[in-house]
């Protein structure tokens, strides 16, 4: 949930952004505290990358290592909620954030659960531009980011041929403020106040934008929706306020 990447001299990364998620590292892997929300909306997410990524490469979703060779970075990957289940679906997994403090708390986990991730304090373009990535995921990032464009291109730089980029973020309308906003922040109190700034929000069409500028073609998408009387989260059609969307190198004419 941070921040990311640089072109001609240009950084991404939002040093308040980074603050803020720091002071919550400590809460990161309560999954009743502060970061609740992230636990509960953690199983859809977890199945549309999976799917998605297991559809591209040809593997068996159903496999328990159907990751199994495949190399993933999770920029701004907090504390770890997304790498450790990736790990253990088989992939070998570096996260990158920029926050010190959430990257301790990630290496302190895994070493906790005997889990081999490669952990990182920094932001994208920290990564070596010659490391190359099956999947790269920017899950909850986009909308923190200091310039979208350029984000995205940096992600599409790391992909290996024939690799997937998968983004979760949060759509820009009058629904998003309500739900995203007013509802989460200020009445169901799920996310502290000031988590996120609606004029930074990323409507569909201005990612597929920023996807086809990178030279990459929208794979697979979907809502993410939830469930107040069955207290869950689940994908969906509806795109109106979260979603994800997955990308691939746009095939040459």
Request: hydrophobic share 45%; aromatic share 8%.
């Amino acid at each position: 949930m941070s921040n990311i990447s640089t072109e001609g001299g240009m950084s991404t990364v939002d040093a308040a952004e980074i603050a803020k998620f720091s002071r919550l590292s400590a809460e990161w892997w309560d999954p009743d505290g502060r970061m609740a929300p992230l636990h509960r909306i953690n199983p859809p997410r977890l199945t549309f990358i999976r799917d998605a990524v297991c559809r591209r490469l040809g593997r068996n979703s159903r496999s328990l290592d159907c990751f199994t060779s495949l190399r993933v970075i999770d920029i701004g990957c907090g504390a770890g909620l997304l790498c450790e289940p990736l790990a253990r679906l088989g992939a070998d997994v570096v996260g990158i954030d920029p926050s010190v403090s959430n990257i301790e708390a990630a290496r302190l986990h895994a070493r906790r659960g005997d889990l081999l991730i490669d952990y990182r304090c920094g932001s994208a373009e920290d990564v070596s531009a010659n490391e190359r990535f099956d999947v790269v995921l920017a899950m909850e990032v986009v909308e923190h980011v200091a310039n979208v464009g350029i984000f995205v291109r940096r992600c599409a730089s790391m992909l290996r041929p024939g690799g997937i980029l998968i983004a979760a973020t949060l759509n820009r309308n009058w629904k998003s403020f309500a739900l995203a906003i007013v509802g989460a922040e200020y009445v169901l109190r799920w996310l502290p106040r000031g988590t996120h700034d609606w004029n930074r929000f990323v409507t569909p069409d201005e990612f597929r934008s920023h996807l086809r500028d990178s030279g990459l073609t929208v794979s697979d998408q979907s809502g993410l929706v939830y469930s107040p009387i069955a207290d869950r989260w689940r994908l969906s059609a509806d795109m109106d306020v979260n979603y994800m969307i997955a990308a691939v190198e746009t095939d040459p004419v």
